[in-house]
């Protein structure tokens, strides 16, 4: 039996989240193992649909090119032009262009690559908390064009980056600004939307490319209010399939030159035959979204739909993470249980994602792991000795940490088994 939502300020009533955890795979099972377990490491991987799954392998085992004139290549045709519609609710556009690549990774690579080629200005800024694939793909370019790379320090306290600190590196020799909207370690939301505002009065013609990947599936995005070139997200971080990155374009980037059929359209991106089972499963992410937004509003238009879905995920996130750090009566929170530190732990959680980073005192982060996978709770170490994390961490101050990473899925009770099982954990090393 659940503990009492409202006592505790939940969003979701148990009867939503009961109809919630029904649409998601393996939620509570170890795929492989065939055994219980709590899954969180939906910063590294992530908890998928099962709509999105199922109509991912029906569509992709359909053999014709979609680029025919009979009935089912256009039926596939009709779910790619969906897809794209779908793409254009999730970011909120009218205009503009989409590129799917293998991975977001690559998108982001690309996209920094064609506007720092052709955009004139002799600096690019960026910030030391970016994925690398920003980070890198922003110094690759700027050492291969001789340009300054210029990097925002980030806040020890937050987690985050003051807005401040991105626009002292802004001037009117800024090629482009690559910036992520939530770090993958603190959960740190950047102002994205202060940042636009602020950066375009310094440097009215700079492009902007924001990494959404950590983003996209714990709060809204909406390209009105924040004008940016360029911003991507991973559709299997958000409850999709591997296998897909995309990238959205504003026109003025689209129309950049870059590799592209003569035959096509200029803001055209797409190269080869269209996947149709991918733009499906997107479809499927949006219609669950809409689908737990229709909970929240009565309004039916598909973008005010995901929105209220999208709102709803961030403030339930918000209650489960309020939750985990402060406790229940049942058990303490982390900022409680002895021995354990919570890393930039910004109060404010309004400015965070899902994300919680710890260290167990007495133990090291990667044998911390494994003691928690021993419980049957799959978080994740982020150490100084990994690329993916060695520059975000220095930057902090800091060796390493416990990633802890749920969803909006989980219930209150998984949240008290993983602190009780860190509990125990702390109290084992500390009797050592």
């Not at 690398?132 to 306290?157: I, T």
């Not at 958000?238 to 035959?263: D, I, T, W």
């Amino acid at each position: 039996m659940m503990m009492n939502e409202t006592k505790l300020n939940m969003h979701f009533s148990n009867d939503l989240l009961k109809k919630v955890r029904e649409h998601f795979l393996y939620i509570d099972e170890d795929p492989i193992l065939k055994k219980e377990r709590l899954f969180f490491d939906n910063a590294g991987g992530s908890l998928r649909l099962k709509q999105a799954n199922h109509i991912f392998s029906i569509i992709e085992g359909i053999p014709d090119c979609s680029e025919r004139n009979h009935k089912t290549a256009k039926h596939l045709i009709d779910i790619q032009k969906k897809g794209i519609v779908d793409l254009q609710t999730i970011f909120n556009v009218k205009q503009g262009s989409f590129a799917t690549y293998l991975t977001a990774s690559q998108a982001i690579f690309q996209t920094t690559g064609v506007i720092a080629e052709h955009i004139q200005g002799t600096n690019i800024v960026t910030t030391s908390l970016e994925h690398p694939a920003a980070y890198d793909a922003a110094s690759f370019y700027a050492n291969k064009l001789n340009k300054e790379l210029r990097v925002a320090k980030s806040n020890p306290l937050t987690g985050g980056v003051n807005v401040e600190d991105i626009l002292a590196l802004i001037d009117q020799d800024t090629v482009l600004l690559s910036v992520i909207y939530a770090s993958n370690i603190s959960g740190a939301i950047l102002d994205i939307e202060q940042i636009v505002q602020e950066a375009r009065k310094k440097n009215p013609n700079l492009f902007i490319i924001v990494d959404a990947v950590q983003h996209a599936p714990h709060g809204l995005i909406d390209i009105e209010k924040t004008p940016v070139d360029v911003i991507n997200f991973a559709p299997y971080k958000f409850f999709g399939v591997r296998g897909c990155g995309v990238a959205y374009l504003s026109e003025r980037a689209a129309l950049l030159p870059h590799h592209k059929l003569k035959g096509k359209k200029e803001t055209e991106w797409e190269l080869g035959s269209p996947a149709p089972a991918h733009y499906a499963a997107i479809s499927a992410i949006v219609d669950y979204v809409c689908w737990l937004g229709g909970h929240f509003t009565t309004v039916n238009a598909r973008r005010q739909l995901f929105a209220a879905g999208m709102e709803a995920i961030a403030k339930q996130e918000r209650s489960l993470l309020k939750i985990m750090l402060d406790g229940t009566p049942n058990v303490k929170g982390l900022r409680e249980i002895e021995g354990v530190t919570v890393h930039l732990d910004d109060h404010d959680l309004s400015k965070k994602d899902f994300i919680v980073a710890i260290s167990i005192e007495g133990t090291n982060h990667e044998d911390a792991v494994r003691q928690y996978e021993q419980h049957g709770v799959i978080v994740y170490e982020r150490v100084n000795t990994s690329i993916y994390s060695k520059r975000m961490l220095d930057s902090f101050g800091m060796k390493g940490a416990i990633r802890i990473s749920p969803l909006h899925c989980h219930h209150i009770q998984e949240i008290e088994t993983f602190l009780r099982t860190t509990e125990m954990i702390s109290s084992q090393h500390k009797k050592h």
